[in-house]
């Protein structure tokens, strides 16, 4: 059905411009090509999101974090990386969450100063990790 539209376009346009010939078959290509790129990678990106935090307590990291490290990390405080600053923390997560984990329990210095467990020595591993989730998952394009 469409080769047929197609022919009977051609055949009355040839004898204009042979260029008109073309494009239409061009258009239709480009078409399938950008329709299919488009499709598949705005899922590869939040497949890849919510791989890097499965496995973490999520709504335990949120309650850690709003009660022990928002109050820095909310507003950039002291050079820290901004929850939800997504090119902020691409790099980071580039390190993966084991590395980004083990620095926030037992705290750095590079461009700030980010304390052992966010500064709470009551806090578990476990619980650092979670709220380590909750921001990276706050921080990611979806
Ligand atoms: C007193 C302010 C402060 C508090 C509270 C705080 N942070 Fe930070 N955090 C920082 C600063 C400053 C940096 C950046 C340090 C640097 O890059 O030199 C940072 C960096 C980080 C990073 C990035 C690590 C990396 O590898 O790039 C993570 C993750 C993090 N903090 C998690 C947490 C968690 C989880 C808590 C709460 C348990 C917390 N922070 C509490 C100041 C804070």
Redesign the pocket.
């Known amino acids: 059905m469409l080769s047929k539209h197609s022919n009977t376009f051609y055949i009355t346009r040839t004898k204009e411009n042979n260029m008109k010939r073309i494009l239409p078959v061009a258009a239709l290509c480009s078409i399938f090509f950008i329709g299919c790129g488009g499709a598949e990678q705005p899922a590869a990106e939040s497949n890849a999101a919510s791989e890097l935090v499965s496995g973490y307590d999520l709504a335990n990291g949120k309650e850690?974090?709003e009660a022990?490290?928002g109050?820095?990390?909310d507003e950039g405080?002291?050079?820290?990386?901004k929850t939800g600053d997504i090119e902020g923390w691409t790099a980071?997560i580039e390190?993966g969450m084991d590395?980004?984990?083990k620095?926030?329990i037992d705290g750095?210095?590079?461009?700030?100063?980010?304390?052992a467990?966010?500064?709470?020595d009551a806090?578990t591993d476990d619980?650092?990790a979670n709220?380590?989730a909750y921001?990276?998952d706050e921080s990611v394009a979806k």
């Not at 750095?108 to 304390?115: E, L, W």
């Not at 467990?117 to 709470?120: D, F, I, Y």
């Open positions: 850690i974090y022990n490290c109050g820095c990390h405080l002291l050079n820290s990386p980071r390190q590395t980004m984990i620095k926030s750095y210095i590079d461009a700030g100063n980010m304390p467990k966010g500064g709470n806090l619980e650092v709220a380590v921001m990276v």
